[in-house]
């Protein structure tokens, strides 16, 4: 036998798939790999081309020539294949068009941007199908598209296997007929002119073989087409065999239904077998010859012709129509009804083959006529998996001796043989002892001969009783994967054959293993077939399995260094780096054949790992020879986390680098051999070595090749000479070299790359990357360039390269400062066009005449030149400038408002509102770059004015200039309903701070308001929004009320007070407004009253109407208007009458937005005071009924509750009244006052509701109080919704005697024929199950009064007990002691009393009406599970006997239970009987299941926090702290489910507890499941007091916090620690520690991290100070700071974060959240964006922000109705990249020139603006569409189901069924939106398909169109 492999050979095996491969390019979404959106791999990602360039195309053949594809036929910049999702990775590509490949064009190099438009291609190989003219998609004639035209295909040229391909790739199914002479129509345009020769089995037509030809007889009338299975799912034969023979069944409304057999005749049979493609009618059978059917009984006296294609099209009774019952279902034998069996085997699944035609005998098959095709569909319809084995000459028997004539050409994926197309033979040399036989995967008999370890060794298989080998000639290691796998061995890492491991003595099974599929048992896999050549002995196949056990290192350069992971149970782990050494690394090394170990890595070193951590605290010898075999706390023992994984490095790791050039992809070449890095000789070094360096280290290809140390001589090592790389190896070490240390050369040959991703310019000293001087890398140095010729082209190329934009300014003469050293180019002259800049002209490298004064320099667009420093925003402060490398101050000499105008202006901050002179933000440092500025306001910079030049001035820093612009908001208010009301603060010298009350009055408040855009003050108040902190800046304040700002009034001065923060001024402006319903049954109806200037008032009703009343009910959060203009109707108000003439348009989003008189404009009194009834209000219900859902209808009108006649009452009537109160559908319309007679009004009679209304009050009524009646006519109502039975006197409410609601009455059901058919309809109507017992005989006990029900009789289908047929309500013969009783499987007949919780305690079955105990002999855990199971309490853990939990009383109901543990309730266990039993309750059984929590933690942040108490004895006690360390808290958080230990605090951290103290010296491993498992003292033994009570803080407690945000992912940071939450104070806080805080909430990362209590000052202590955290820890308190309660900080210095969860974008007034006006928030404020430059990409970043899909509208002009407050954006520019709405560009925050009817509105794909209506499900029912703010109708005109289909699509409800028109699902209202719709089939929403145009029709509200989907 061979020696087996070295291990590293098969380690090599195992990680060749970790390689990177090389570039790959690839067409998407174009329905062929030769059409569609062109993407390229790049460095692992996917990525697209970008179409930047309007002329060039000749990329688009290069592409198709790469693919094999042929020439470009098409092109595309308009995204015709779809949006990408990703990014692009080449732009600007420009070919010659003889390129080999795409990325050998000269492009702008590999980097991943964003690009408006992906590159298609549509290459003149494309070829896809489609079927046309049948009734789907899945029939028709079959059309080609090649190129750019679609072609009919000709009938002769057309076979099963082609069309079988073509049913598969349209997703339709198996082929059921092929179509000759134009069947579904003659087509036009060309004839395809090949022939498909598919082997049926490819996934595309484009991969099927095609062979040239041209038949001149074939034309437009022979066209071919195909119906697929997947157009005939509405019929099917079933329980006949095959799909050819059976009971005839329907599908309608989405039911499988069955067909009577009356009249059913040869003709209609006929019909059956055509369209099902079963040739024709050989038989019909009636009178249920195939079995008795279920379910609906669709169709009766089907009257077929025999012509008809589709059993639908026969004449029949109608649908649901019929005199017949299950026992007659018609039934068919087609002559296509073929039926396959295995005979002689040891199975069903093993045997000689045997087919039987109809009712024929069956036949054997000829072992030459039989493919491994057709063994597969044999296995495959015998439920027998696939086949293994093929075996000829009669292996299991003779047969009969009857031969099947013909041979099966199976294409191999057919469900049943009876698809196979069948060719007729005549072998006469078949006979009996030819016969076929199969073995399928159901086989067992697998085995591994001479091999070294029971997983590895020479194949064997038993077939048929004997074993043989398997033959190699197809065995691969995919196979022998599956094979590992089934033997429970890991995986394969080799698969030798050539006898490799043996030869066998027995047979040599023939093998033709091909399949890579993954399945998980060889039987899918191998299989055995005739036709394969003998295979030679000696060529037996092999396999080497990993074992169970097996290791690897991971995320390392290569296999010998990374995270150790461990191979154990079927699962790869980690290891824990406890102890973790160089020994125990050393035995992986070893055991990996990496040599010796160099280290040993801590703390993920080589990333985090998930899943199990299989071992810790290894501790290796290192002799061992693998690592199991050394000491460790045992598989799956410890006490770690993933940032505790351990690695290796060993001595066969191998790195590599790039040293000393520009950045990490160019440099000298150092690899990392042996635990030394060492160099490369240049010996042979070229381009396809140095290739395969930058391809390793991710740089894209390699541009040179330098030798001679071009980067410098290296030092020690010299690991490889004479490299000799093909360029297509995926690293350095895997080319042809001398060998690792052997070379002839010295340092100075070692060798370098420059790659493509190396960037060898860049611009310095100008502040950041985007200006600055030029400098260019060339031999190793960095060099200026000279600034001849230099211009604004040169500059452009520049900048591009950077990714810095375009270029603003090209300064020459050493603008940036003087270089040194090279300079290396002169006369550069680029066109602009370059991507590089050494590609533009220029005199040479070197070849100058120039000096560094001047050195060329570039400021790029990207570049930002001016700031404002130290002010309230970045719209206020101190004027800096950037110029010459350095930020430096203004001057305020002459500094004046049109100064600063400009500074706002460019800063898109609005205009000037002050010019600060002497340093009123602070004073600035360094240099004062401008003095004496002269703006005239125009200027678009300030540089751009006049001044006495750059650096020339007479001023120090006390005359630093500063600017406030009107985008500053230097006051607020705060805490108050909204942005108009609150406490006054103001903004001064870098802080906010309040103001004094002392002489604070309605002028100075005015002041306030007038700047906040409030209008004027209603209101002064004094400290009532609560007391500020920190500063108190103004006092004694004196405004004539004419100021623009506040601090322009007189005062004492800034800073100068004599108060306290309980005298804070505070405001109400008539801004600030509010709106309520007064006097009405609840919130949502009454009066309408708004405050306004301080005070409430009304509203008049003059020309009120539903739109007006429609914006109340929007703005309350109360749905839409039911009764509008109830003129007094809830009373007169008093005081003001605040607005008139109201005339909204019903988009607006607050009534005071409605065009109106004006405020206290009017004409009224109060007795026309206008109230509304919304339709959130309930003003109906129902009286005297079982519950709310049943009983007598009372109307709430005038303030009064009244009934409704039941003149003209019915089910329309009362399903309206249901609809409205939430009940389901009405079941029945009582009258004659059945729920008893009401009192008082009679509001409503002669109702007529059509059942489409919203509200009774909707329907047509003689009027308000008008009618003819009595309340002996009061109308009632049963709905759905109703329970009107119940069961009584059992344990719950699933179990006792049924009694059900009639007449206004609770009665009982006799017992007569009662039985569990009954009782399962009254389980399945209360909810509670099935039926698992149907007592008689008042089981439950005598009921009284009436007896209502007697001789039920209940099919089991009705979904009431009062639905099953009966003697008639009151109709009986019995007495109570006949009442009959129910018990359903949701009824709990057991409990556990006096545990912990309701899964332990003493066990308790209820019986003969009353709770009994249970016995504790042979009680054990078997049984207790069954309890457990039973209550839903996981597994038992322990069953105590002996009254644990204490003595029970009453009956003892079960002796000597015995359980099996598979019974579902205790009562279905052996044992003596009911109260059969010989003990006392001191042996009462008890139970403790997995499901009980013994343990709870008091007193913490939460239920993952707190003092330790465990339950035991049924009592509460602590646990001491002796010994109590994180191994003890960890099994606490494990059994809480709340992750890991934290902290295992003592010394009651959380408080003392009371009472017992349980345990004591509690000593856990760690490995433990629960608590009470870990060895201690014992129970309530200790030595402490609770001062000693142990805590724990669990991984799974959140012990931080954000307050006063918008959601949870943004506030102010709060921290819990001892047992209170507290601040964190903002010294020294930034976005490092507001990550660690966004992480450990799960908030995302951190956007930002204000500081100066941004979310309001917090209270208490302030725990936390000068936090540094470095990003890496997983918890806030984990990070560095002053310690606990240490700082020197106020409230008002309380940190915030803002994180990416934190949702600050939203979508208002739409149809849902993903449509509507956008607001986002700002400054703790919802504001809108205005729709200056408005645009889809703009909206696009909000669809995604939102979750939302992409955007597909971006409407502006208020479309979705008029926001109020701040506009907080404006002239939004976004690329499209952002993540954030507030990332993109804008004037700034508040920066607008617009008003709230320029609002911004966004529809998103996510937004679902269809609906269907009235359907009973969300996937049926009248169409309607949201447009403008309102929902309307379709009309029917030329509605179809294309145009359903679209709707059915758009709502995810599967395809449409039906496109009923006629308002088949009731009349809408309102707008009727669209009219003759006409969709392809194709458009993704309704929207897009063509039509009249939004509002354009000639139909009424009859002509509603509707929708039935098949979801």
């Known amino acids: 036998m061979k020696g087996l492999l070295s291990i590293q050979l098969l380690w090599l095996l195992l990680s060749f798939h970790s390689t990177l491969g090389a570039d790959t390019l690839r067409l998407v979404d174009g329905g062929s790999p030769c059409a569609g959106r062109v993407e390229v791999k790049h460095q692992d990602q996917w990525g697209t081309v970008c179409d930047d360039d309007e002329t060039e195309r000749r990329y688009h053949s290069v592409i198709c020539q790469q693919l094999g594809c042929g020439s470009a036929v098409a092109t595309s910049e308009a995204l015709i294949f779809g949006e990408d999702s990703g990014m692009t990775w080449l732009r600007e590509v420009m070919c010659h068009g003889n390129e080999s490949a795409l990325w050998d064009c000269k492009h702008g190099g590999w980097e991943l941007k964003s690009c408006p438009y992906a590159a298609g291609v549509l290459c003149s190989d494309h070829i896809k199908s489609r079927l046309i003219g049948g009734k789907s998609i899945c029939s028709g004639r079959v059309e080609i598209e090649h190129g750019e035209s679609w072609v009919t295909v000709c009938d002769a040229d057309f076979d099963l296997k082609a069309a079988s391909v073509i049913c598969s790739e349209l997703n339709c199914g198996a082929v059921v007929s092929i179509l000759g002479g134009a069947h579904f129509k003659e087509g036009d345009g060309p004839i395809w002119n090949e022939t498909l020769q598919c082997a049926g089995n490819e996934p595309q037509l484009f991969y099927c073989p095609r062979v040239s030809h041209w038949n001149e007889t074939c034309s437009h009338a022979n066209d071919v087409s195909i119906v697929c299975s997947g157009a005939a799912d509405e019929l099917r034969l079933v329980d006949g065999g095959s799909p050819c023979a059976g009971k005839v069944e329907v599908k309608h409304q989405d039911r499988w239904g069955m067909v009577c057999d009356g009249v059913w005749e040869m003709e209609d049979a006929e019909v059956v077998c055509r369209q099902l493609g079963c040739g024709s009618a050989v038989s019909i059978h009636d009178q249920a010859h195939f079995g008795s059917s279920s379910g609906p009984i669709w169709l009766d006296e089907v009257a077929c012709d025999g012509t008809e294609s589709s059993l639908l099209e026969c004449k029949h009774r109608g649908w649901g129509v019929h005199s017949c019952d299950h026992h007659k279902a018609a039934g068919v034998t087609c002559s296509g009804h073929i039926t396959p069996r295995l005979a002689g085997g040891d199975s069903v699944c093993s045997g000689r083959v045997e087919v039987r035609h109809g009712e024929e005998a069956w036949s054997t098959v000829c072992d030459s006529h039989f493919s491994l095709n057709t063994a597969k569909v044999i296995c495959n319809e015998l439920n027998c998996g696939t086949a293994i084995s093929i075996l000829g000459g009669a292996q299991f028997g003779e047969g009969n001796g009857i031969v099947w004539n013909e041979t099966f050409q199976c294409v191999g994926n057919e469900s049943h043989l009876v698809y196979c197309p069948r060719t007729s033979h005549a072998n006469q040399t078949c006979g009996p002892a030819n016969v076929v036989s199969i073995i399928c995967s159901r086989h067992t008999g697998f085995r591994l001969v001479n091999g070294s370890t029971q997983c590895s060794g020479r194949v064997e298989v038993q077939v048929p009783g004997a074993w043989g080998a398997l033959c190699d000639s197809h065995w691969d290691l995919s196979i022998a994967n599956v094979l590992c796998n089934q033997l429970d061995c890991g995986f394969a890492i080799l698969a030798p054959g050539e006898g490799y491991l043996g030869g066998g003595n027995g047979s040599e099974w023939t093998d033709s293993l091909h399949d890579k599929s993954s399945e998980p048992h060889l039987h899918h896999g191998p299989v055995t077939r005739l036709e394969a050549s003998p295979c030679p002995r000696d060529n037996d196949a092999g396999v080497v399995c990993s074992g169970n056990r097996q290791i690897r290192l991971v995320n390392g350069s290569d296999h010998c260094a990374g995270r150790v992971e461990i191979y154990y149970n079927g699962t790869w782990g980690t290891v824990c780096d406890d102890s973790w050494d160089t020994s125990d690394s050393d035995v992986i090394c070893k055991e990996l ?197 230099w211009d604004l082209s040169d500059a452009s190329v520049v900048c591009k390269e950077l990714g810095c934009g375009h270029a603003i300014n090209a300064p020459g003469s050493a603008h940036y400062g003087q270089g040194s050293g090279q300079i290396w180019l002169a006369d550069v002259n680029c066109s602009g066009t370059e991507t590089n800049l050494w590609a533009c002209p220029s005199r040479g490298w070197g070849q100058q005449n120039c000096g560094h004064g001047e050195d060329a320099g570039v400021l790029c667009s990207a570049h930002k030149q001016i700031r404002l420093v130290n002010g309230a925003d970045h719209c206020s402060g101190r004027v800096e400038i950037y110029y010459n490398g350095i930020w430096g101050t203004v001057c305020d000499d002459s500094w004046d408002l049109l100064d600063s105008n400009v500074v706002c202006k460019q800063l898109e901050c609005g205009h000037a509102i002050n010019a600060t002179v002497s340093a009123h933000y602070g004073e600035g440092a360094g240099q004062i770059w401008l ?420 001789d039920v009789s209940c099919s089991g289908n009705e979904s009431y007990l009062r639905d099953c047929s009966s003697r008639g309500w009151g109709q009986h013969n019995c007495g109570h002691g006949e009442d009959a009783g129910v018990l359903c499987s949701g009824s709990k007949q057991v409990r556990l009393v006096n545990g912990a919780d309701r899964c332990a305690g003493r066990v308790e079955i209820y019986y003969n009406s009353t709770w009994g105990t249970v016995c504790d002999d042979s009680w054990d855990t078997s049984d207790a599970n069954v309890v457990c199971q039973e209550l839903g309490c996981g597994r038992a853990i322990n069953a105590p006997g002996s009254a644990h939990y204490g003595q029970g009383s009453g009956q003892i109901w079960l002796d000597d239970v015995s359980c099996s543990g598979s019974e579902s309730y205790l009562r279905d266990c052996s044992s003596r009987g009911w109260g059969q039993q010989n003990c006392g309750h001191g042996e009462d059984a008890g139970v403790l299941c997995s499901g009980s929590k013994q343990i709870r933690l008091m007193n913490g942040a939460d239920r993952c926090s707190g003092r330790v108490e465990i339950h035991y004895n049924g009592t509460w006690g602590t646990v001491c702290d002796d010994s109590w360390d994180t191994s ?150 984990d990070c560095s700071s002053r310690g606990w309660g240490q700082h020197n900080c106020g409230h008002g210095e309380d940190a915030g974060v803002l994180c990416s969860g934190s949702k600050q974008v939203r979508l208002v007034n739409g149809a849902d959240r993903c449509a509507g006006r956008v607001e986002i928030y700002y400054n703790s404020t919802w504001g809108t964006v205005c729709d200056d430059s408005w645009d889809t990409s703009d909206a696009n970043v909000v669809c995604q922000e939102l979750g939302c899909g992409r955007a597909i509208n971006a409407p502006g002009s208020a479309h979705y109705g008029q926001g109020s407050g701040q506009i907080w954006l404006d002239d939004v520019s976004c690329s499209g990249s952002e993540s954030y709405l507030r990332d993109c560009s804008s004037r700034g925050w508040g920066q607008q020139n617009c008003g709230h009817g320029e609002d911004a509105g966004v529809l998103c794909s996510g937004s679902k603006q269809v609906r269907l209506v009235n359907g009973g499900d969300p996937c049926s029912g009248r169409v309607e569409i949201h447009y403008n703010g309102t929902w309307g109708t379709v009309c029917d005109d030329s509605w179809d189901m294309s145009d359903a289909n679209v709707v059915c699509q758009e709502l995810g409800c599967g395809r449409a069924l039906n496109a009923p028109g006629s308002a088949h699902y009731g009349e809408g209202s309102g707008q009727i939106w669209l009219d003759d719709v006409s969709c392809s089939g194709s458009e993704s929403h309704l929207r897009d398909c063509s039509s009249r145009g939004w509002g354009q029709q000639n139909c009424g509200h009859g002509e509603d169109a509707g929708v039935l989907c098949s979801g």
């Open 931 to 1350: 003095d004496n500025v002269n703006c005239s306001g125009a200027e678009s910079s300030l540089w751009a004015c006049p001044s006495r030049g750059w650096g020339q001035h007479k001023c120090g820093h006390t005359s630093d200039a500063g600017v406030i612009c009107s985008g500053s908001k230097q006051v607020r208010l705060i805490n108050g309903a909204d942005h108009c009301e609150g406490r006054v603060e103001v903004h001064y010298r870098g802080t906010w701070g309040t103001i004094c009350d002392d002489s604070w009055d309605l002028s100075d408040a005015n002041v306030v308001c007038q700047h906040l855009g409030c209008g004027r003050s209603v209101n002064v108040t004094t400290a009532n929004y609560g007391e500020g902190s920190g500063q108190i800046w103004l006092d004694e304040l004196n405004c004539s009320g004419n100021e623009s700002y506040l601090w322009a009034c007189p005062s004492k001065g800034w800073g100068q007070h004599n108060c306290g923060h309980k005298e804070d001024a505070g405001v109400v402006c008539s801004g600030s407004k509010k709106l309520r319903l007064v006097n009405g049954a609840d919130r949502c109806s009454g009066r309408v009253e708004i405050y306004n200037d301080g005070m409430w008032g009304t509203v008049c009703d003059d020309f009120w109407d539903l739109l007006d009343s429609n914006v109340v009910c929007k703005q309350l959060g109360c749905g839409h208007t039911l009764l509008s203009n109830l003129s007094g109707h809830y009373g007169e108000g008093s005081g003001k009458i605040w607005l008139d003439d109201l005339n909204c348009s019903g988009n607006e989003s607050k009534l005071w937005e409605c065009p109106s008189r004006g405020w206290d404009q009017h004409n009224c009194h109060h007795y026309e005071d206008v109230g509304i009834l919304c339709s959130g209000s309930q003003q109906v219900r129902l009286v005297n009924g079982a519950d709310h859902c049943a009983g007598r209808v009372e109307i709430s009108y005038n303030g009064t509750w009244g009934t409704v006649c039941d003149d003209s009452w019915d089910l329309s009537d009362a399903s309206i009244v249901c609809k409205q109160l939430r009940c389901g559908r009405a079941i029945s319309a009582s009258v004659s006052a059945r729920y008893g007679q009401g009192s008082g009004q009679i509001w409503l009679d002669e109702l007529k509701c059509s059942g489409t209304e919203s509200t009774l009050s909707e329907c047509p009524s003689q009027g308000w109080g008008q009618h003819n009646c009595g309340h002996h006519e009061d109308a009632g109502v049963l709905c759905s919704g109703s329970k009107q039975i119940r069961l009584v006197n059992g344990v719950d409410r699933c179990a006792g005697r049924v009694e059900i609601h009639y007449n206004g009455t609770w009665g009982t059901v006799c017992d007569d024929s009662w039985d569990t058919s009954d009782a399962n309809v009254v389980c399945q109507e209360l909810g509670c199950g099935r039926a698992l017992n149907a007592p008689g005989s008042a089981h439950y006990g005598e009921g009284s009064g009436q007896i209502w029900l007697d």
């Open 593 to 789: 054949g990496c040599g010796r170990a160099i280290s040993a890595t801590i703390s993920a070193h080589y990333g985090e790992g998930s899943g199990q951590i299989w071992l810790d605290d290894v501790n290796c010898s290192g002799n061992e020879s693998s690592l199991w075999e050394c000491p460790s706390g045992g598989w799956g023992l410890h006490n770690c986390r993933h940032n505790e994984d351990a690695g290796v490095i060993c001595s066969e790791n191998k790195q590599i680098r790039l040293v000393n050039g520009t950045d990490h992809c160019s440099g000298r070449v150092e690899i990392y051999y042996n635990g030394t890095w060492g160099t490369v000789c240049d010996n042979s070094w070229d381009l396809s070595d140095a290739n395969v360096a930058c391809k390793q280290l991710r740089c894209g290809h390699a541009i040179s090749a330098p030798v001679s140390a071009r980067y410098g001589s290296g030092s020690g090592k010299i690991w490889m000479d004479d490299v000799n790389c093909s360029g297509n190896e995926s690293n350095l070490w895997v080319c042809p070299f001398r060998g690792w240390g052997q070379h002839n050369c010295g340092d100075h040959e070692d060798a370098g790359v420059i790659c493509s991703g190396s960037k060898p310019v860049r611009l310095v000293n100008g502040g950041d990357h985007c200006a600055g001087r030029v400098e260019i890398y060339y031999q190793d140095t960095w060099g200026t360039v000279c600034d001849d010729s």
């Open 1528 to 1677: 003890d808290a960890n099994v606490v958080c494990k059994e809480l489910g709340c992750g890991h230990a934290i902290d295992a605090p003592a010394s009651a951290y959380y408080g003392q507890g009371s009472g017992q103290i349980w345990l004591d010296d509690v000593s856990c491993s760690g490995s433990e499941s629960y608590l009470r498992d870990c060895s201690s003292r014992g129970w309530g033994q200790h030595n402490c007091g609770h001062s000693e009570d142990a805590g724990v803080i669990c991984s799974g407690s959140k012990q931080i916090r954000l307050v006063n945000g918008v959601d949870r992912c943004a506030g102010r940071v709060e921290i819990h620690y001892n047992g209170t939450w507290g601040t964190v104070c903002d010294d020294s806080w930034d976005t490092s520690d507001a990550n660690v805080v966004c992480q450990e909430l799960g908030c995302g990362r951190a956007l930002n991290a204000p500081g100066s209590a941004h979310y309001g000052e917090g209270s208490g202590q302030i725990w936390l100070d000068d936090v540094s955290c470095s990003g890496s820890e997983s918890y806030l308190r």
